[in-house]
C-alpha cells in the first residue's frame, strides 16, 4: 500500500480491512465512476451524529438550540477542510487531470467532502464504535475547547452586527461563480463591505451555505485589523 495511505490511516486512528473503501473514500467523481459520493452521504449523517453526541457529554447544560448551533460550526465545509488539511489529504485525494490543474485538491469542498467520505468508510468497515472514535479523534480537541456562547449567532448575523456597532453599511451578497452538476453544484459567494473596501469569497453547496463561509471569512479579517490602534477600531 502506498505509504502515504498508511501514515493516513495512523492518522485516522483506523486501519482498513477492505483497503477498496479507503481508496473509493478519496477517489473524487471526476476520476472514475467509483467515486465516493454514496460514502459521503452516509459520512455525512454519521457525522452529525457522532458530533452531536460528543457535544452531549461535553455542554451538560446546554439546550438543544445551542448545541445545534455548535454542531453546525463544527461540521461545516470550513472546519471540514481544516480537518482535511491536517489529514494531509490533498497528497492523497484522486482527480482527474484538469480537477488537479484547476487546484481541486485544495478545494474546500472537494477536501470536506472526502472527510465525510473517510467517516462514512470507517463506518461501513469498522462499525459504529470505530467511526465514533474516528470522529473523537478528529474533533475532540477541538470540542473540549470551545464554549457553547462562543457560537451564540451565525456568522451573518454576527458580521451585521460587527458592522452595525461601528456604523457602517451592512455588507452586500453576491454570487460569483457555481461549479459542478446541478444536483451537486458547488456555489462561490462574494461578501463585500463596500464602506471598508474589502471583499472575501466563500464557498458552499448552497448559496446560503456559501454565504456564512464568506461571512465568517471577513469577520475573520475584521476582527484581526480590529486592534486598540488599528484604522478599523471605533
Known amino acids: 500500500m502506498d505509504p502515504r495511505l498508511d501514515a493516513l490511516q495512523q492518522r ?110 470507517i463506518f461501513i468497515d469498522g462499525g459504529c464504535d470505530r467511526a465514533q472514535e474516528a470522529v473523537r479523534r478528529l474533533f475532540g480537541d477541538v470540542i473540549a475547547a470551545t464554549e457553547a456562547d462562543a457560537w451564540t449567532k451565525d456568522a451573518k448575523t454576527e458580521l451585521q452586527e460587527w458592522l452595525q456597532a461601528r456604523r457602517l453599511p451592512v455588507p452586500a451578497y453576491r454570487i460569483v461563480g457555481t461549479r459542478g452538476e446541478k444536483h451537486a453544484q458547488t456555489f462561490e459567494v462574494e461578501c463585500a463591505v463596500s464602506a471598508l473596501g474589502l471583499a472575501e469569497r466563500g464557498e458552499g453547496r448552497s448559496r446560503r451555505i456559501a454565504e456564512q463561509d464568506a461571512a465568517q471569512r471577513m469577520l475573520e479579517q475584521l476582527k484581526a485589523s480590529d486592534r486598540p490602534d488599528g484604522p478599523l477600531r471605533s
Open 12 to 121: 485516522l486512528g483506523h486501519r482498513f480491512a477492505q483497503p477498496r473503501l479507503l481508496t473509493r473514500a478519496l477517489t473524487h467523481r471526476s476520476f472514475g465512476a467509483d467515486h465516493n459520493e454514496r460514502l459521503e452521504f452516509l459520512g455525512d449523517a454519521v457525522l452529525s451524529l457522532a458530533v452531536s453526541s460528543l457535544l452531549y457529554e461535553r455542554f451538560s447544560g446546554s439546550d438543544e438550540g445551542d448545541l445545534t448551533r455548535v454542531r453546525a460550526h463544527l461540521v461545516r465545509e470550513d472546519s471540514l477542510h481544516r480537518v482535511a488539511l491536517g489529514l494531509g489529504l490533498p497528497e492523497v485525494v484522486r482527480l482527474s487531470e484538469g480537477e488537479m490543474r484547476g487546484g481541486g485538491a485544495l478545494r474546500p469542498s472537494i477536501l470536506a467532502d472526502a472527510v465525510e467520505a473517510l467517516i462514512g468508510a
